[in-house]
Structures are given as structure tokens and as C-alpha cells.
């Protein structure tokens, strides 16, 4: 039997989890270390998930089956693809730079000078050991739910997430909060409501269409069903693949999230600390868009292909309609918030293209857009905890004061608004010219959304960046080392990447080639052929 590689990667963080958890609660700091230390380890079994993966080899590698629930054809299942592998690695590596950045975010409120002494005084105490190990627990079911072959065993976990996010959103909400503190509560309580009520119903409908697949193919498993489609041996007619393709990318589509079922999204980002919004965008609503590879296109060709103008009006909407509201908010939270419903338009334009341009620049995107967003949110979680306020107008001439500060949030909008030379350009360039190869009225509509990013990134950091030192942020202290140590390695990996993607779509087009020929398509030929 050979080791279970990829079962061991996710059950470190859950190990993790009830670790940290269990600290003593006068032992705050060591639950800290001991969180950062069990991510670290994650990471590590994550490089050599990588480094073990071939990307010439079988489309599922590293694979393990387990007998589960034998009277309902459950089994627990695991095995990696390039796509797989790809956002496998992005979850590990956030992670230690999630907390990392969330260091201070669930330690007590500190009593002010003159204030009451800190053993009588009424605050919300925030403990330490179970932010950071719900933030573990998180990660174990990202990994696992990008590991999962079985879709009845990937259910469980995309339902199963959303319990430790819900508590993160409502539990621990962001301190630099405009009003009371019983508002500020009443709005992460709705936040985080909302989130849950918006995936729980995304799931339901999924869950029935789960139970609808198994009546029609006899098994959960993702490999048979495939095989018995591409054998022909699975009659599945044509209303009822359609009726299942639905119901699985609904589910999807909240998660990922797509407009119009996105308006969860600003609310928990917003109120969520700036490492927990990381979670949200960067790390669990890409299960959303991977699951729309992995099962739609795989499990139902024919219904994706049926459904595809449908969704690309929608990802377009999302493209310039995110970017729209962006420009308008006055939240630096809600303004990233918006913007990555953008991204995902992108990332859902590419998939629908049926293109192998667009599908791998969906991929890179995926990625890409994890590592940007990391980058952007978390320096601006930095900014916000410095000035306690959320609001663009309570800034101006930061760079003068706290240059690093500002020079770091820089790059990381730059990469937002895909900046040639920085990873997200090309995940972007390939997205438009897999989407132009097939579909151009929709690839020429999607550039709108270049402009219009370039508009929201640069207005912001005119905003709060340049200008006139105001008196509020006259003595706001630059970059911090722990806080360096959070952004440089993601600055790093965005030029990194940017210049050299090789390695990345080496993994990740194996895997978009097995995804075209599930749904039968070949890339378009060029009109005008080249001269000999």
C-alpha cells in the first residue's frame, strides 16, 4: 500500500486545528506558533504534492480509494489533476501568511489610558485559539475538496466549510468599524447570515442534484461516471443532464460567486478582518470556479456546451458590473471585494470559452488572482489597522509618511488591474484571447473590464496615498517585519510568475486538454492562415 500522501495533506491542518484549539487560554501565543507551525508543515507536504506530480502522467495521480459507505456507493476517494495540484499548492501556501497577518486580530481589545483596568472592563473578549484554528480547519477542507474524486465525499465538503467561515465572518469582524459597537456586531451577525443562508441554499440544490446523478449513473464516483460517458455505456437523457448541470453550478456559481448570486460577497469581505477576506476570495470561492471544471464540464459535456451563451452573458455581466461598483465604493474593503467579482467573471468567461487558451488562462487566474488579492487585501488590512477606519476619504499622502507601506499596496493593485510584468496579465491576456478565438463580441465586451480596473486601482491609491499628509495618518508607522515577512514572498511570487508562468501552465494544460476532450471541443482555426 503506498503512503497516503494527499489524505495526510489535509488531515495536518485538521490535526492542527483540534491542536490549537485545545491550547490553554492563558496560552495565546503559543497557540499562535503552534498554528503557524502546523501550516508551515502543510506547505511543506503540499511542495511535495507537487514535486511528486507528473505533468505528462495519469490525468488523476497520487490516488487513494477507501471503501466508505458501501450501501449507498460512497467511497472515499482522492486523486490530483494539474488544475487540482495547482490550487492545492496556492490554499497551502496563504495559509502561513494568513495568519501570520491575523496575528494581533484575535487578541483582546486593550484597555485605553484612564480607561477602566483591564480585569473589570466589559469588552467582547476574542479567543485566540479558535480563531487560528478555524482558520485551519478551513484549509483542511479546501485541500480536501480539491483532492475529492467522489461527489458525494466533495459534497460533505463543500457544505462543511461554510460552519468555520460562518464563525469566522461573525466571530471575529474587522475593528475598524464606523459606529457603535452594537452595529458593528449587528452587521457582522448579517454578514455572516448571509453568507451561509446564500451557500446553504446553493447546496440544497445541489445536494438534490447529487442524489439525482446517483439514481441516473449508480455511483458517485467521478472516474466511472466519466468513463461510462466517454464508453457510452451511461444513457442519461437529455432534459436530465441538463436538470443535473444545473443544479451542480448553481451551487457553483454562489460560491465562485457569479452575479447575480454575489451580493453575499462584499458584505462578508467587508466585514471579515482583512485575513479572513483573504479565506473567503483568494481560497474558498475558488472551489466554486474549480468545481465548474472539475464536474460540470466533466460530468455533463452536453449541458455545458447547451448552456454555455447563458453563462457567458452572465460572466461578462459580472466583469464590468463588479468593476462598475468598484469604482463607486468608498470602503477599501468592499472596493477589492467588488473587483475580485470581476476576476471571477474573467475566470468564468475562460472555462465557458471551451477553448484550451482560455480554460489554462482560467487556471493560471485562479491562481494569480489568489496570490494579488492576498497581496492587496492584506496590505490593506495593515493600512486599516493603523488608521481604524475603512473609508477611502479618512486617507491621503500615506506614501510620504509610510512609503513601504505604500509602495507594497502599489504593486499589489498594479497586479490587480493585471499590470504587463506581474503573473495576473497573463492569466488575463490568455482568458481574451481563448474568449476572442470563439466568441468575439464577448472577448471585445470583456475589455472593458481592463479599463475600468485601471480606473478603480489608480483612484484608490491617489486617494489614500498621494496628496496632502493628512493629520490623522501624520505618525502612522511603516511595514513592520512580521508584516514584510507577510508581503514580500507574495510580491515576489507576482513577478516571479508574471515573467516566467512556465512552470505553472507546464502542471496546469495537461489537465485543460483532458477537460477538452470531455466536452468534445477543439480550439477554432485562424481565419487568415499564416504565410509560408
Sequence with gaps: MSFPLLTVTAALPAIGAIATAAVPAAGRTAAKWLALLFSLGTLVLAAVVLVRFEPGGDRYQLTESHAWIKDFGV??????????????????????????????????????????????????????????????????????????????????????????????????????????????????????????????????????AV????????????????????????????????????????????????????????????????????????????????????????????????ATPVILVLALISIVYGALLAVGQRDIKRLVAYASISHFGFIILGIFAMTSQGQSGATLYMVNHGISTAALML??????????????????????????????????????????????????????????????????????GIVLAALYTLVLYQRTMTGPVKAEVRGMPDLKVRELAVVAPLIALLLFLGVFPKPLTDIVNPAVEHTMSDVQKKDPKPEVEAAK
Design 75 to 208: 467511497r472515499y476517494e482522492l486523486g490530483v489533476d494539474g488544475i487540482g495540484v495547482a490550487l492545492l499548492a496556492l490554499t497551502a501556501l496563504l495559509i502561513p501568511f494568513v495568519i501570520l497577518a491575523g496575528w494581533h486580530d484575535a487578541d483582546p481589545s486593550p484597555a485605553s489610558a484612564g480607561d477602566t483596568p483591564v480585569e473589570t472592563k466589559k469588552y467582547r473578549w476574542r479567543p485566540t485559539q479558535g480563531f487560528f484554528a478555524l482558520i485551519l480547519a478551513v484549509e483542511a477542507m479546501v485541500i480536501l475538496s480539491f483532492e475529492a474524486t467522489d461527489v458525494f465525499l466533495f459534497y460533505i465538503l463543500f457544505e462543511a466549510m461554510l460552519i468555520p467561515m460562518y464563525f469566522l465572518i461573525g466571530g471575529f469582524g474587522d475593528r475598524a468599524h464606523a459606529g457603535s459597537d452594537e452595529n458593528a456586531s449587528a452587521q457582522r451577525s448579517y454578514a455572516a447570515v448571509k453568507f451561509l443562508l446564500y451557500n446553504l441554499v446553493g447546496g440544497l440544490i445541489m445536494l438534490a
Design 211 to 306: 442524489i439525482g446523478l446517483y439514481v441516473v449513473a449508480g455511483s458517485f464516483s467521478l472516474n466511472e461516471i466519466a468513463e461510462a460517458r466517454a464508453a457510452g455505456t451511461l444513457d442519461m437523457a437529455t432534459n436530465t443532464e441538463r436538470l443535473l448541470f444545473l443544479g451542480f453550478f448553481f451551487a457553483f456559481a454562489v460560491k465562485a460567486p457569479l452575479w447575480p448570486l454575489h451580493t453575499w460577497l462584499p458584505n462578508a469581505m467587508g466585514e471579515a478582518t482583512a485575513p479572513v477576506a483573504v479565506l473567503i476570495t483568494a481560497v474558498v470561492d475558488k472551489v466554486g470556479t474549480f468545481a465548474m471544471l472539475r464536474y460540470c464540464l466533466q460530468l455533463f459535456p452536453e449541458a455545458s456546451k447547451w
Design 379 to 448: 496590505v490593506a488590512g495593515f493600512l486599516i489597522s493603523r488608521r481604524g477606519s475603512r473609508l477611502i476619504a479618512d486617507y491621503g499622502g500615506v506614501q510620504k509618511v509610510a512609503p513601504v507601506l505604500a509602495g507594497t499596496f502599489l504593486i499589489g493593485g498594479l497586479a490587480t488591474l493585471s499590470l504587463p510584468g506581474l503573473a495576473p496579465f497573463v492569466s488575463e491576456f490568455l482568458v481574451l484571447v481563448g474568449t476572442f478565438a470563439r466568441y468575439p463580441v464577448a472577448g471585445i465586451i470583456a475589455t472593458f
